[in-house]
Nanobody, 119 residues
């Protein structure tokens, strides 16, 4: 069973940086599509960045040039480096793992980590 666990959230001032971590256990990590999503209070959960198994990354426009997603297949971990943080980046950040079992797409979520950008 694939499980994911996020860490690295916290309180940071506007303009600051944070690095989020997502550790994955189970499954075949190298074949897994990984994504970072966020959910602000009272809003829906939206995609921030998504990386396919071949390493291609798609970012939401609002974080392009500020956030960078990477993965370490040897450590079964994905990272989200967040720079030039803004108050509107405040949200619970979730890691998602997606993979195929035959023709069926499966997915699992972590418990989330809070990121608060405030002075």
């Amino acid at each position: 069973q694939v499980q994911v666990m996020e860490s690295g959230g916290g309180l940071v001032q506007p303009g600051g940086s944070l690095r989020l971590y997502c550790a994955v256990s189970g499954g075949i990590f190298a074949h897994t599509t990984m994504g970072w999503y966020r959910q602000a209070s009272g809003k829906q959960r939206d995609m921030v960045a998504r990386m396919s198994p071949d390493g291609r990354v798609v970012y939401v426009d609002s974080v392009k040039g500020r956030f960078s997603m990477s993965r370490d297949n040897a450590e079964n971990t994905v990272y989200l480096q967040m720079n030039s943080l803004k108050p509107e980046d405040t949200a619970v950040y979730y890691c998602n793992a997606g993979w195929y079992e035959g023709a069926t797409l499966r997915g699992t979520w972590g418990q989330g980590t809070q990121v608060t950008v405030s002075s």
